[in-house]
């Protein structure tokens, strides 16, 4: 079994990766990688800030042309 702390932290990174992988088709989703980043821990778990670097990489990419990229470059820029 996986202690608590580990499956939190697995849970997070798996939502985040939907985020980054079919953001493309939520109109909300970069806004909550940018919330998500406005909230980012020192201590937050290795695997859950390289989900969200990646998340907010790949959505940046797909919804370059839109509006929606805005946020997005600010996510890219905090958390690289």
Not at 15 to 27: F, M
Not at 51 to 57: E, K, W
Request: proline share 2%.
């Amino acid at each position: 079994f996986m202690p608590i702390f580990d499956r939190a932290c697995t849970a997070r990174a798996v939502l985040i990766w939907i985020l980054g992988e079919y953001g493309h088709d939520l109109d909300e989703a970069p806004y909550i990688l940018e919330n998500l980043v406005d909230k980012l821990e020192e201590k937050m778990d290795t695997s859950v800030c390289l989900a969200l670097l990646t998340a907010c990489m790949k959505l940046f990419f797909k919804v370059m042309d839109t509006n929606k990229s805005q946020g997005l470059k600010f996510c890219f820029t905090a958390t690289s």
